[in-house]
């Protein structure tokens, strides 16, 4: 397998990414898919959006306690594949996945499985913050409300209170919760929705891009949140930025036109990658 | 432009490539030029658009205005109760029986007792409007206290009294061709010397039916009927409208059936009037056997004309709501009608309540429709529900303007401006709404 592997290095470096665009001398990800403690299994996932086949084979596993960073020019898919992991993708017409997706060994992609659930389990945090236009509090107590987590007006506002703290929003907000979500700065606002999201105690925690629309001093607190939140959750984070990508995350998966190209240990596909794409993206020759 | 150095001894000429400042400095002047143009096009439209509107609500006002006032005539009255009440049982059914038209022929003759000869006397008694009994037998019915006196009463004046008192009336011309005769010009004259003429507001507007005498007639009927008919339009065509919208907007997939229904709606919406009418007349009242003339088929049929309006309004409202609202929804785990419910539905309710008062105020002016179902009786009865015969008011404005009578033109005039009052309030409201919430994401 190693020799293999290496073999495919030495053929492949000598193919450059337009000649990978044109038409594709992409022959298997490369690095170890798997981890000793799979929270979720994804394995030969392909997705089309109508004939557009937008993820190729991908097969990754999201690690228990562990931040999954996802890097990738721009289109290469990083977003469909995320947003495969909580069926989010089910909403969007003509959108076919295929494929064996597991969540602690269950299909996610069952006929019989739930996505209204599962979605609770497997939160999400996008790109451009996205709180409802209603008071901070309602934000995170929503999906307790309407999952009925809590029975008491007391047992919410510890829920919303916790909640808010883990966000590390708390003490920014804790004199005005009835006030807009809306009415926050941008990152706060993305605060608040990573706080909705760990208020319905999800399993798994999906980031799409959350710092791309926010500035250094804001993107600097969610790092750090994250690094806090992989305690509790396993997180599976798509970012454009590689610094972001070395700083939060353990295991990083390189993806290219909608193929997964080389995953390993962050520090390994930083310091040492071993499929040429990987190498030209990180030292910035395309991207 | 090139200006040369100041103190250049022959400056070099500018050379071949002109900086990229000269040539847009040249194009300005045309480019303001056309700007100002176009600028005093779009003033011009406005003013002239704003004209037309000026000079047709500046003609019906004009018209109108003086509908609101009613001219009354001063009576004594001679309540006997000798002719009224023989027996003295104050026997409300005996009250109500008597001869009141007589009482007010007597009066008048009292009144004027120069006046003889029965075509003189006709002539005196169309001084008076003949609601006048009814308006004597009401103040009995009320007041028995009045029989065995004499009262000075306000009754209301005959339609051509009112529309001479109001000016209508051309005095100076040729007796022949005029409504009112030198006869009856004196006897005017004589009251109003005595100060016996008075206008006053004209509440009988705004309570009465309908009525073949235009001092009579008032348009409260077609004002309930108006509004049976609108609040049972709002009430099936909301619901249904808000529903189709949510669910061939946010839950129907996208096919070949979905498209064609989407292309139908739009074709719904530009369907004339009376083709839904038309349909009505078919499919309601002759399959279903629902009344005619009735609020209840005319809410339907306004129903169904007004729906592809909040259909497509509906629509555009959800359409506008951010996706990214959705997902915030769905992300957390709510259900697609949790999602639409809570979050969706509301973000567009005022675009949604923008399309549907606009519909009603369409409804609200329709007429054409309405006559296909009989909504066009002569009803002096102001309707009590839903299943009553009843006209609405636009159908009641045709209705008068054909009317020959000149009282009818300026009745015509003041329930057109009711009208138009109502759809003022209407669009004011709908704007309004849009302000209030304004999006707040
Ligand atoms: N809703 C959609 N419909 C059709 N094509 C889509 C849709 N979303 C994404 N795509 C296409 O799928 C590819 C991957 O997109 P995406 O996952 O958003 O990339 P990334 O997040 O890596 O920038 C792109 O080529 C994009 O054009
Ligand atoms: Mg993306």
Redesign the interface.
Known sequence: MNALASEIVRDTSAVSAADLAKGGHFSGTIGDITTPDPRMVCREVNVWYGDKHAIKDVSLDIGNHQVVAMIGPSGCGKSTFLRCLNRMNDTIDGCRVRGSITLDGREIYDKGLDPVPLRAQVGMVFQKPNPFPKSIFENVAYGARIHGLTNSKAELDALVETSLRKAGLWNEVKDRLDQPGTGLSGGQQQRLCIARTIAVSPEVILMDEPCSALDPIATAIIEELIDELREHYSIAIVTHSMQQAARVSQRTAYFHLGDLVEVGETTQVFTNPRHKLTEDYITGRFG | MNNPAPGASAPPPAPAARRTIDIVNASLKRRYAREARFRFMGAAAVFLGLLFVGVLFGDIVAKGYTAFAQTYIQVPVYFDSATLDPDGSRDPQVLANADYLGLVKASLRTLFPQVTGRAQQRALYALISAGAPQQLQTMVRQYPSVLGTTRDVWLIAGADVDMLVKGQIDRELPEADRRIKDSTLTLVDQLKTEGRIEQRFNTGFFTNGTSREPELAGIAGALAGTFYTLALTLLLSFPIGVGAALYLQEFA??NRWTDLIEVNINNLAAVPSIVFGLLGLAVFINVFGVPRSTPLVGALVLALMTLPTIIIASRAALQSV?P????????????PL?TQF??VLP?ALPGIMTGAIIGMARALGESAPLLMIGMIAFIVDIPQGITDSATVLPVQIYLWADSPERGFVERTSAAILVLLGFMVVMNLAAVLLRRRFER??
């Open positions: 997939p996208k951010p990214s609202i959705r997902e915030a929804a769905l992300g957390v785990g709510a259900s949790q809570h979050h973000l707040r994401w």
